[in-house]
C-alpha cells in the first residue's frame, strides 16, 4: 500500500477580509452595454442586468484579484481558474443604486490534483447591500490555485 503524498499545509486565510471601502455603483451605460452585449435591451425600470452580481462584487471588494492571490500566497501569474459560483438574490440589483461590498475568505484546502499535481481549493463569499445594511445578493465562489511548485 502506498502512502498519500504529504504536502506543506496551505496559508491560515479563513476570515481574511475581501470588504470594499467604496460603494459600488452599476451605471446605466454600463449596464445598457453589457445588455445589448448579450442580446437583449436593458431594463426600461433601471433593473441591472444579473451578472452584476459578479461584477460588482469582484470590481467592488477591497482586495484586486491579484491582491487576494497573494492573500493566499499564490502567483496570479500561475493562473487561477474559477471552479464554482453560486448567488441568492434577495432583490434585484439596480444601475444607479450604491453596493457595499463585503466579504471574506472562507477556507484555503490544499489537496492533490490528477492535473495540476497538487492545487489549493479557494472558497470565499461576497455581499451586495444597501448603504442601510439591507442585503441584496450574497455569493459563494470557488477558485482552484494549481500549486505546480509543490509537485515532486
Not at 33 to 45: H, I, K, Y
Not at 51 to 68: D, E, F, K, P, S
Request: glycine share 8%.
Amino acid at each position: 500500500m502506498t502512502e498519500a503524498p504529504s504536502f506543506p499545509p496551505p496559508p491560515d486565510v479563513a476570515g481574511a477580509s475581501l470588504s470594499g471601502a467604496e460603494p459600488y455603483v452599476i451605471s446605466a451605460e454600463e449596464n445598457a452595454a453589457l445588455c445589448r452585449s448579450t442580446g437583449v435591451e436593458p431594463d426600461a425600470n433601471g433593473q441591472a442586468h444579473p451578472i452584476y452580481y459578479y461584477i460588482a462584487t469582484q470590481v467592488g471588494m477591497g482586495v484586486t484579484v491579484a491582491g487576494m492571490c497573494e492573500i493566499c500566497d499564490f502567483d496570479i501569474e500561475q493562473g487561477p481558474m474559477m471552479g464554482q459560483s453560486s448567488v441568492t438574490f434577495e432583490r434585484p440589483l439596480m444601475t444607479g443604486q450604491p453596493y457595499v461590498v463585503t466579504g471574506q475568505i472562507l477556507d484555503l484546502t490544499r489537496k492533490p490534483s490528477r492535473a495540476f499535481g497538487v492545487m489549493d481549493l479557494l472558497n470565499y463569499e461576497l455581499r451586495l447591500s444597501l448603504p442601510d445594511g439591507t442585503p441584496v445578493v450574497a455569493s459563494r465562489n470557488s477558485w482552484a490555485l494549481p500549486r505546480r511548485e509543490l509537485m515532486a
